[in-house]
């Protein structure tokens, strides 16, 4: 094999001989040969025709005037080098081409060797790679834009391989760790996940395995500074390459503030139910109502019902209330006032609560009502309270005024000091138990158990206390009548002598008329004494309340038609309404009235076979009328 | 009214009074110790406080005009009666007898509660005096012999020299005397001895 020997030619002649120049201008390749000493020695054509250059300009180091001005000395120098070592070079380097355009072209040289592996001379060519130079340009440019695109992305984005390495992370999932991702592939242990966080993220994990879709979870992470913070992660696992793909939100914030306001509203809830107070609203455009979950437990709200509508809330108001709540709320809302009710509504296991509720109009700047904010209070237990004491305060009202009159009836007989003892007793501490329920429940805050006994204690004295009374009226019925003939004036007489100055007192006029040929009556003392003092008793309460005439009373007594005695007592007083009810056992018209006086005069009159009626005047008040009959001459 | 540290005793023999009262008065804020009969309430240990006895008329063992007589020559709380009864003789003589107020049952809580409040107010003005007495005897019980001898002519007037001649003995003991009479009874002037004599029942000397 023969050996191509390169030399400079020192005298200008070609150096190189004619075939192998032939061979180097063929070459579709940009070529040329140097001599060991690193002068370019043969040009090839096609590198002459790229850079203008004639041969001669280029032989030598010539052809370094065609490199890029800022490639011309890193170029030389890495070439001299390769000639001194004998080394291949590969570098790039700019050429101007003739029309003046740079490109890039990589230049690699050979060593040219003889058997020996003496150097004999070098081989350059000349690629030109700037387009794909420029291809790897773009590459590169996209490759930065995508970067800046996943970095500016208001997202924490991070791409993690099989085993939880990260192979991709942008700015803000770096921001937040702080640094690496490269403790996330210790998440299970390592702590960045919230211990308590990691059964659902495992999960979540296993869920995006198997469907292979996105998944999401909201679950604390470490962040760089040590401080857990809630994350809303979106997961997608692609199969191809086996690589997650994860989208994280800080939502920290937002969760803390959604956490704060669930507590809030479950306090709001929970203060509604321990004060029985619900919410509601009402929207007059839309018709439409809210309510919050105490009123709607009170209402007990039904699977089916609309309680988005105000028919649902009127329909549950009782029948009686309901015209007048509704006409109240449409006035309010026509006049704008703010609305205030009470009522009572009917449940559907047909049960009743009383209700208290208020609402408050809004308007808008216009002056339109835009909304009414309510609340209903449940006062079923006040008001049943409430009630109690005053059906038990009225009872013992009522028998107070009746033992009263007992004991005014008794105290002609001798059974007074006894019996208003044990009417007082029972009745001190009925008044004492009532004004201790009082203050109890007016204390602040009320003590409902000390009331309640104090209640039950009063509901009991007051039945002893009606238990004497029973007593008393047995006794009464008991108590043996002693008859005997008796002159009926002075039974009279001596009932007003009793009554002394009292009539006067009380500016009555006293007017009695008493016929003195009466026959004697076969009576007992001591019951027509109660009985005429009764019955002037009352004529005097009747006159009580009269102010716009002279008070005035007249007791008379004549012989009856069929002969017997009538005793007839009449009084220009306030008057009755119904003169036969009168009679009935604690029937009473007069506020501070008897009730018990009337019913045991009939019941002395019926013991002595007379007869008693009340019949309204002409004028003003009642004439009371008795008639004892004849004297049958019974032996005394 | 205030009430701290009072106690209101209840004597009445029907339960039924005692407990409808004791949660009345309690509702009013006050400490109510209740007894069914006389004995009980004498027999009781009673906490050192101002006090006062709601007492009923009728009881079982000693009538409550008995107990009211007893309990006046002891220092006994002020007594407002209650009665069933609502005899105007008796309770004259109730009241007469140093009741505060007389209340024929049944009563309203108003009417209680005022006489409650008069009784101890009563009461606390009784205690005032009484505690200043004792205090006052503790200080004249410190004077010895000699110096209780000069009091009364001190009180009285008497120059030392006077005193000291009555005594038989020399004007500079009798000054530093007055001097120590006047310091153990705690009085700053020869005006506040007088006035403390005065309420320890002790007479000026006469004559000189």
């Not at chain 1, 191509?4 to 070609?14: K, W």
């Not at chain 1, 101007?96 to 058997?115: I, K, M, N, S, V």
């Given at each position: 094999?023969?050996?191509?020997?390169?030399?400079a030619?020192?005298?200008?002649?070609p150096s190189?001989?004619?075939?192998?120049?032939?061979?180097?201008?063929?070459?579709?390749?940009?070529?040329?040969?140097?001599?060991?000493?690193?002068?370019?020695?043969?040009?090839?054509?096609?590198?002459l025709?790229?850079?203008?250059?004639?041969?001669?300009q280029?032989?030598?180091?010539?052809?370094?005037?065609?490199?890029?001005?800022?490639?011309?000395?890193?170029l030389?120098?890495?070439?001299?080098?390769?000639?001194?070592?004998?080394?291949?070079?590969?570098?790039?380097?700019?050429?101007?081409?003739?029309?003046?355009?740079?490109?890039?072209?990589l230049f690699?040289?050979?060593?040219l060797r003889?058997?020996?592996?003496?150097i004999?001379?070098?081989?350059?060519?000349?690629?030109?790679?700037e387009?794909?130079?420029?291809?790897e340009d773009?590459?590169?440019?996209?490759?930065?834009?995508?970067?800046?695109?996943v970095?500016?992305?208001p997202?924490?984005?991070?791409?993690h391989?099989?085993?939880?390495?990260?192979?991709l992370s942008?700015?803000?999932?770096?921001?937040?760790?702080?640094?690496?991702?490269?403790?996330?592939?210790?998440?299970?242990?390592?702590g960045?996940?919230?211990?308590?966080?990691?059964?659902?993220?495992?999960?979540?994990?296993e869920?995006?395995?198997?469907s292979?879709?996105?998944?999401?979870l909201?679950?604390?992470v470490?962040?760089?500074?040590?401080?857990?913070?809630?994350?809303?992660?979106?997961v997608?696992?692609?199969?191809?390459?086996?690589?997650?793909?994860?989208?994280?939100?800080?939502?920290?914030?937002?969760?803390?503030a959604?956490?704060?306001?669930?507590?809030?509203?479950?306090?709001?809830?929970e203060?509604?139910?321990?004060?029985?107070?619900?919410g509601?609203?009402?929207?007059?455009?839309?018709?439409?109502?809210?309510?919050?979950?105490?009123?709607?437990?009170?209402?007990?709200?039904?699977?089916?019902?609309?309680?988005?509508?105000?028919?649902?809330?009127?329909?549950?108001?009782?029948?009686?209330?309901?015209?007048?709540?509704?006409?109240?709320?449409?006035q309010?809302?026509?006049?704008?006032?703010?609305?205030?009710a009470?009522?009572?509504?009917?449940?559907?296991?047909?049960?009743?609560?009383?209700?208290h509720?208020?609402g408050?109009l809004?308007?808008?700047?216009?002056?339109?009502?835009?909304?009414?904010?309510g609340?209903?209070?449940?006062?079923?237990?006040?008001?049943?309270?409430t009630?109690?004491?005053?059906?038990?305060?009225?009872?013992?009202?009522?028998?107070q005024?009746?033992?009263?009159r007992?004991?005014?009836?008794?105290?002609?007989?001798?059974?007074?000091?006894?019996?208003?003892?044990?009417?007082?007793?029972?009745?001190?501490?009925?008044v004492?138990?009532g004004?201790?329920?009082?203050?109890?429940?007016a204390a602040?805050?009320?003590?409902?158990?000390?009331?309640?006994?104090?209640?039950e204690?009063?509901?009991k004295?007051?039945?002893?206390a009606?238990?004497?009374?029973r007593?008393?009226r047995?006794?009464?019925r008991?108590?043996?009548?002693?008859?005997?003939?008796?002159?009926i004036?002075?039974v009279?007489?001596e009932?007003?002598?009793?009554?002394?100055?009292?009539?006067?007192?009380?500016?009555?006029?006293?007017?009695?008329?008493?016929?003195?040929?009466?026959?004697?009556v076969?009576?007992?003392?001591?019951?027509?004494?109660?009985?005429?003092?009764?019955?002037?008793?009352?004529a005097?309460?009747?006159?009580?309340?009269?102010?716009?005439?002279?008070?005035?009373?007249?007791?008379?007594?004549?012989?009856?038609?069929?002969?017997?005695?009538?005793?007839q007592?009449?009084d220009?007083?306030?008057?009755?309404?119904?003169?036969?009810?009168?009679?009935?056992?604690?029937y009473?018209?007069?506020?501070?009235?008897?009730?018990?006086?009337?019913?045991?005069?009939?019941?002395?009159?019926?013991?002595?076979?007379g007869?008693?009626?009340?019949?309204?005047?002409v004028?003003?008040?009642?004439?009371?009328?008795?008639?004892l009959?004849?004297?049958?001459?019974?032996?005394? | 009214?205030t009430?701290?540290?009072a106690?209101?005793?209840?004597?009445?023999?029907?339960?039924?009074?005692?407990?409808?009262?004791?949660?009345?008065?309690?509702?009013?804020?006050?400490?109510?110790?209740?007894?069914?009969?006389a004995?009980?309430?004498?027999?009781?240990d009673?906490?050192?406080?101002a006090?006062?006895?709601?007492?009923?008329?009728?009881?079982?063992?000693v009538n409550?005009?008995?107990?009211?007589?007893?309990?006046?020559?002891?220092?006994?709380?002020?007594?407002?009666?209650?009665t069933?009864?609502?005899?105007?003789?008796?309770?004259v003589?109730a009241?007469?007898?140093?009741?505060?107020e007389?209340?024929?049952?049944?009563?309203?809580?108003?009417?209680?509660?005022?006489?409650?409040?008069a009784?101890?107010?009563?009461d606390?003005?009784?205690?005032?005096?009484?505690?200043?007495?004792?205090?006052?005897?503790?200080?004249?019980?410190?004077?010895?012999?000699?110096?209780?001898?000069v009091?009364?002519?001190?009180?009285?007037?008497?120059?030392n020299?006077?005193?000291?001649?009555?005594?038989?003995?020399?004007?500079i003991?009798?000054?530093?005397?007055r001097?120590?009479?006047?310091?153990?009874?705690g009085?700053?002037?020869?005006?506040?001895?007088?006035?403390?004599?005065?309420?320890?029942?002790i007479?000026?000397?006469?004559?000189?």
């Amino acid at each position: 094999m023969s050996t191509i020997r390169l030399r400079a030619a020192t005298d200008g002649s070609p150096s190189v001989n004619a075939p192998l120049r032939a061979v180097v201008d063929a070459m579709a390749a940009l070529v040329w040969l140097a001599a060991p000493d690193g002068n370019a020695v043969c040009i090839g054509r096609r590198w002459l025709a790229l850079t203008g250059l004639t041969a001669e300009q280029a032989l030598g180091w010539g052809w370094a005037s065609a490199v890029h001005r800022d490639d011309v000395a890193r170029l030389t120098q890495s070439w001299q080098a390769a000639v001194t070592s004998g080394a291949a070079l590969e570098i790039e380097a700019r050429l101007r081409r003739a029309d003046g355009q740079y490109r890039r072209f990589l230049f690699c040289t050979e060593p040219l060797r003889d058997d020996s592996g003496t150097i004999t001379g070098f081989c350059a060519t000349f690629v030109d790679i700037e387009d794909r130079k420029r291809a790897e340009d773009l590459e590169r440019a996209s490759q930065q834009e995508l970067r800046t695109i996943v970095d500016n992305i208001p997202a924490m984005i991070a791409i993690h391989d099989a085993t939880g390495a990260t192979e991709l992370s942008n700015r803000d999932a770096q921001d937040f760790h702080r640094s690496s991702l490269d403790e996330v592939i210790h998440w299970e242990t390592g702590g960045i996940v919230h211990p308590e966080d990691v059964p659902a993220l495992v999960a979540t994990r296993e869920r995006a395995l198997k469907s292979g879709e996105m998944q999401e979870l909201e679950y604390r992470v470490r962040r760089g500074d040590g401080v857990y913070r809630w994350v809303e992660m979106r997961v997608r696992r692609a199969s191809e390459g086996d690589r997650w793909f994860c989208v994280g939100t800080d939502v920290h914030d937002r969760r803390t503030a959604e956490d704060k306001l669930r507590r809030s509203e479950a306090f709001l809830l929970e203060v509604q139910r321990l004060s029985r107070t619900g919410g509601w609203r009402f929207d007059p455009a839309s018709g439409i109502v809210e309510s919050s979950p105490e009123i709607q437990r009170v209402y007990d709200v039904q699977p089916g019902e609309d309680i988005t509508r105000p028919a649902f809330w009127f329909g549950r108001i009782h029948p009686e209330d309901r015209p007048r709540v509704q006409a109240h709320f449409e006035q309010c809302l026509r006049d704008r006032k703010d609305y205030r009710a009470g009522y009572r509504i009917v449940l559907p296991d047909g049960s009743v609560r009383y209700q208290h509720a208020t609402g408050h109009l809004v308007a808008n700047a216009a002056g339109d009502v835009i909304e009414i904010i309510g609340a209903q209070m449940d006062m079923t237990e006040h008001w049943l309270a409430t009630t109690e004491l005053e059906r038990a305060s009225q009872a013992v009202r009522d028998l107070q005024l009746k033992m009263a009159r007992a004991a005014q009836v008794a105290s002609v007989g001798e059974l007074a000091a006894s019996i208003a003892h044990e009417v007082n007793q029972p009745l001190a501490a009925v008044v004492a138990n009532g004004h201790a329920c009082l203050r109890w429940l007016a204390a602040s805050p009320p003590n409902v158990p000390k009331a309640v006994e104090a209640l039950e204690r009063l509901v009991k004295d007051g039945k002893d206390a009606g238990e004497v009374v029973r007593r008393v009226r047995a006794l009464f019925r008991r108590t043996t009548v002693e008859k005997a003939p008796l002159d009926i004036n002075e039974v009279i007489l001596e009932v007003l002598r009793l009554l002394n100055s009292y009539p006067a007192r009380k500016h009555v006029e006293l007017d009695t008329a008493l016929d003195s040929e009466l026959a004697a009556v076969f009576a007992d003392r001591v019951q027509l004494q109660q009985l005429v003092l009764n019955l002037v008793l009352n004529a005097l309460e009747a006159l009580e309340p009269v102010s716009d005439r002279a008070k005035k009373l007249s007791v008379r007594t004549k012989r009856a038609e069929d002969g017997g005695t009538s005793i007839q007592i009449t009084d220009n007083g306030i008057g009755l309404d119904d003169p036969q009810a009168v009679f009935e056992a604690f029937y009473t018209t007069k506020p501070e009235g008897m009730g018990l006086g009337l019913a045991i005069c009939r019941s002395i009159v019926s013991a002595h076979d007379g007869k008693l009626s009340a019949e309204r005047n002409v004028g003003f008040g009642t004439t009371f009328t008795v008639t004892l009959p004849i004297t049958q001459a019974r032996s005394a | 009214m205030t009430t701290e540290g009072a106690v209101v005793f209840v004597v009445d023999d029907d339960a039924r009074v005692r407990d409808a009262l004791t949660s009345l008065l309690e509702s009013a804020g006050l400490d109510v110790v209740a007894f069914a009969s006389a004995t009980e309430f004498l027999e009781a240990d009673k906490p050192d406080a101002a006090a006062c006895l709601v007492l009923d008329l009728e009881l079982p063992d000693v009538n409550g005009l008995e107990l009211q007589r007893e309990l006046a020559e002891r220092e006994a709380p002020p007594i407002v009666f209650i009665t069933g009864h609502g005899d105007i003789p008796l309770s004259v003589r109730a009241m007469k007898a140093g009741a505060v107020e007389f209340l024929p049952k049944p009563f309203g809580d108003d009417d209680l509660l005022r006489a409650i409040d008069a009784a101890l107010t009563i009461d606390r003005a009784e205690r005032l005096k009484r505690s200043e007495r004792r205090e006052l005897l503790a200080r004249y019980e410190q004077l010895t012999p000699r110096e209780r001898q000069v009091l009364p002519f001190v009180v009285a007037g008497f120059a030392n020299k006077q005193t000291a001649g009555e005594l038989g003995t020399s004007e500079i003991t009798v000054g530093v005397h007055r001097g120590q009479v006047m310091r153990k009874m705690g009085a700053r002037s020869l005006a506040e001895l007088v006035r403390l004599s005065d309420k320890l029942g002790i007479r000026p000397h006469e004559g000189g």
